[in-house]
């Protein structure tokens, strides 16, 4: 089952996609350092490192055409969270949609998954939702679209995005896929990585205890190194603060003089070890910018604990500097969420 991620990032949507056995025959990234991190993590990577608005579509595309069975990619659409006045599929802002549209025009696979922001499907009353459908009906797809919750699904994060899972055939449209009912916490996560106090860690280290969980023995499969797990190394002042802040509890600990002025919903709080994540963002490694503080040591989560906690096997190492590795981590699909669409196109595919 051969495969084309658009709008690739480091390729959490891949991952998923091939652990159930799909092969990805081509993909694309505009961002060289995160494209290097997708294929440094590919035995045999076929990237092209390139603003998608600079390919010509049907000369690149054409090899594909009729021989791939699926086309994904999350494609920026700001226009779609706007709210007041009507947007449409034209909006300048949402173009690079036009693009995924025409990839999939030009190679006419089986079926497509298109991940986005959750408002692509209820901002003005799902106005965008049934332009979209429309556009994918000319095309002779049937289209079938959700907001799906990766804690539903294995993921130790409360990280929401809207899927459009198209398929080019007759018959239903591809069902979405089951939610398992136990939920991993984020101490099932990270429990097992090394207690790391600011600044403390390397970016390669051996592990110092064994799996304390099925999603940490999961996590481990064939990896024999622990790679990107080095705390931040914060200011005096936040390590003042983080000290005043005790488990499961936030700023609300904080005497006035040390309050900040930031804007992030769970600045300066602890992640609680029983509970899933917040969403993780791009910027993990600062306490102020949301609930990214350790359940109980003082510092932010490490970029290895932030994968974990996106689902991220250890085997999948994160490059260059420290400002991209978040960003290949915090913009990526979580894998094991990837993995579970991937799964309900196979049982379509069965059908």
Same mark, same amino acid.
């Given at each position: 089952?051969?495969?084309? !991620?658009?709008? &690739? ?17 081509? *993909?694309?990234?505009? !961002? ?12 045999? @990577? ?26 994904? =990619? =999350?494609? @920026?659409?700001? =226009? ?15 173009? $690079?949609?036009?693009?995924? #549209?025409?990839?999939?025009?030009? #190679? ?30 000319? $095309? =002779?797809? %049937? ?29 239903? @449209?591809?069902?979405?896929?089951? #939610? ?13 990585? *090394?207690? $790391? ?35 931040? %190394? ?65 510092? &932010? ?12 096997? !250890? ?24 993995? *579970? #669409?991937?799964? *309900? ?7």
């Amino acid at each position: 089952m051969k495969m084309i !991620d658009l709008f &690739a990032g480091v390729g959490g949507l891949s991952l998923g996609f091939e652990s159930k056995g799909f092969e990805v025959v081509l *993909a694309n990234e505009y !961002d060289p350092s995160i494209a290097e991190a997708y294929i440094k993590n590919r035995k045999n @990577p076929n990237m092209i490192v390139e603003d998608i608005t600079k390919l010509p579509i049907e000369k690149t595309f054409a090899p594909y055409r009729g021989v791939t069975d699926l086309v994904v =990619g =999350g494609p @920026p659409c700001q =226009g779609f969270s706007q709210k007041g006045q009507r947007k449409t599929i034209n909006d300048p802002r949402n173009f $690079l949609f036009k693009y995924f #549209v025409n990839v999939v025009a030009n #190679v006419q696979p089986r079926y497509f998954v298109m991940e986005n922001v959750p408002n692509l499907l209820t901002t003005e009353n799902g106005y965008f939702k049934k332009e979209i459908e429309s556009m994918f009906a000319a $095309l =002779g797809y %049937k289209t079938n679209a959700a907001v799906l919750c990766a804690a539903d699904f294995g993921v130790p994060q409360n990280r929401n995005r809207a899927f459009i899972i198209g398929k080019h055939t007759e018959g239903d @449209p591809v069902e979405l896929p089951k #939610v398992i009912e136990r939920r991993t916490t984020i101490w099932d996560a990270i429990s097992d990585l *090394a207690y $790391l106090e600011s600044g403390e860690g390397e970016e390669i280290q051996e592990y110092i205890t064994s799996p304390e969980s099925d999603y940490q023995r999961k996590m481990r499969q064939r990896s024999e190194l622990l790679f990107n797990h080095k705390a931040t %190394k914060h200011s005096e002042i936040a390590l003042e603060r983080l000290r005043l802040i005790p488990p499961n509890c936030g700023k609300e600990c904080l005497p006035k003089e040390h309050l900040t002025k930031s804007i992030y919903s769970g600045t300066w709080t602890r992640m609680k070890q029983d509970d899933i994540s917040v969403t993780i963002t791009t910027r993990f490694d600062t306490p102020s910018s949301g609930c990214f503080t350790h359940p109980y040591l003082n510092r &932010a989560i490490t970029v290895r604990e932030a994968a974990r906690i996106q689902s991220f096997p !250890d085997t999948f190492h994160f490059y260059g500097s420290k400002t991209s590795q978040m960003k290949q981590v915090g913009n990526a699909v979580p894998p094991m969420l990837a993995a *579970a #669409v991937a799964q *309900a196109i196979l049982e379509d595919m069965r059908k």
